[in-house]
């Protein structure tokens, strides 16, 4: 995660949830913004695990559940949204926690039911009196500074915007050494992972040199799924369109969809 222009540190950046977490308290929340391709929805759910693993309350809801900005709407949505993610908690308890430990992670503000961009900012200024943190997720088209303009009493004024970037070198290499152990048995001697490992760099990088597709997590796990198999071959000199029947077909089968449906 890189913190965007016009913030107060534009170099910063965010490796771990931990310490996006840890960087919330004070600031009372961020916005991340992404391409439908970047892992944004992935990112939020880990979120979740992250703020409960800290002791906070944390909800994670879809912005087209919002369909109101009324105050009656967001208290019926969160509390609707705490008994079905937290099953078994005391909703009165959940009432009466202080502010700084309820945690909205607010999922695809851009997908918001509501249409009035003045409804929406109402939408976000109550959220953010109701939440001691509030995280907005918004893809790059969702015009999210129209809401955050410093001075101007925007809704998510103060909150910095991080944008989820495509892996880099080191990050790609780091990520492929952990498949490769976690892929290999113990009969793999240690020669036997290296050179998997450079395997997997050249054919993933040659795939990345090409530029059919993203270098996002998703994208380069699959990538690594196709340089174990026979999948390979086929991948490596293929287009654009190839490459994304690769990933749909995946989908497919991990959803445990029979071929002929």
Do not use: C
Request: proline letters at 2%; aromatic letters at 8%; a negative charge.
């Amino acid at each position: 995660l890189q913190r965007q222009s016009g913030d107060s540190s534009d170099s910063e950046q965010i490796t771990s949830i931990e310490l996006l977490i840890a960087s919330s308290a004070n600031l009372g929340g961020y916005v991340l913004e992404g391409d439908e391709r970047s892992g944004r929805s992935a990112l939020m759910a880990q979120l979740v695990w992250g703020y409960l693993a800290a002791g906070y309350v944390a909800l994670r809801i879809h912005g087209r559940k919002f369909s109101r900005s009324t105050e009656d709407e967001i208290d019926s949505v969160a509390e609707a949204e705490f008994e079905r993610q937290l099953k078994g908690r005391d909703l009165d308890s959940y009432r009466q926690l202080p502010l700084a430990k309820r945690v909205l992670l607010l999922d695809d503000i851009d997908e918001v039911s509501i249409k009035s961009e003045k409804a929406i900012e109402q939408l976000l200024i109550r959220l953010r009196k109701r939440f001691g943190v509030l995280v907005v997720s918004a893809s790059d088209v969702f015009a999210v500074t129209q809401f955050a303009q410093a001075g101007g009493g925007g809704a998510l004024e103060g909150l910095p915007t991080y944008r989820l970037l495509p892996f880099g070198h080191l990050a790609r290499t780091r990520l492929i050494k952990k498949w490769i152990n976690l892929n290999s048995d113990e009969g793999h001697s240690e020669d036997d992972r290296v050179a998997r490992v450079h395997a997997a760099e050249q054919f993933v990088g040659a795939v990345l040199n090409r530029g059919v597709v993203p270098a996002y997590p998703l994208y380069l796990v699959t990538l690594l799924h196709a340089s174990q198999n026979r999948e390979r071959e086929s991948l490596q000199d293929a287009g654009y369109g190839q490459y994304y029947e690769y990933l749909i077909g995946e989908g497919i089968n991990a959803a445990g969809i029979r071929n002929e449906k």
